[in-house]
């Protein structure tokens, strides 16, 4: 019916229909009527719907809404996928943050409808101004980290093994930061934690307020 609709010729939706079918594993479920479908089949055989006709633009509406951890990769790999393959542009509404890492590269930010933000994703973290963290091992127990320049300390654990220094990638960097705490102590390992994308976007909520 669709390939009807989009008159494509009939060995060209065929085919598409093959890959879909493919790709989007849904092979095992095809002749299953759609009220039996669980929500993560029903998705996937709507994408596959949606794609059938190769548009150049795809809009999806909280694509990954209500789907198991294992349904949304799966689903977030295959779009990733199409697009590199096809061009294809994806248009996303969406209140999942995984969605928006994974598969934007251009961010607007809707706030009681005006547009709070539209740029890139880095563009937002350093916008929000929201710090970054890196998390040191170090060979034995230690004081507190305190007074390393342009960081602040937010955490001690395993009686001083590991610290957390807060720091702004505006102001320096991790590399800094991690030879100033290297000339203090001795850094068995290391780990720079990135800030969570709900946690930006919600404080550029409450900037406008």
Wanted: proline share 5%.
């Amino acid at each position: 019916m669709l390939g009807a609709l989009h008159r494509l010729p009939d060995a060209g939706w065929r085919a598409r229909r093959d890959e879909l079918v493919d790709r989007l594993e849904l092979g095992a479920f095809l002749g299953t009527p759609v009220r039996q479908l669980s929500l993560g089949q029903r998705m996937r055989g709507e994408v596959a719907a949606a794609l059938l006709h190769s548009p150049r633009l795809v809009v999806l509406d909280e694509p990954t809404i209500g789907l198991d951890v294992l349904s949304k990769e799966r689903l977030r790999v295959f779009l990733r996928e199409e697009r590199a393959a096809r061009g294809t542009t994806l248009l996303l509404t969406t209140h999942d943050m995984g969605d928006v890492e994974r598969l934007c590269d251009r961010v607007l930010v809707v706030h009681h409808g005006r547009v709070e933000y539209d740029g890139s994703l880095p563009g937002l973290v350093a916008r929000v101004g929201v710090d970054r963290v890196l998390v040191v091992d170090l060979a034995e127990p230690s004081p507190p980290l305190e007074g390393i320049a342009g960081t602040r300390l937010v955490g001690i654990e395993a009686q001083g093994l590991r610290q957390r220094l807060a720091f702004s990638p505006q102001r320096t960097t991790a590399a800094a930061v991690l030879q100033a705490v290297s000339e203090r102590v001795e850094v068995r390992d290391l780990t720079v934690e990135e800030p969570q994308v709900e946690d930006v976007v919600r404080r550029l909520y409450l900037s406008g307020r």
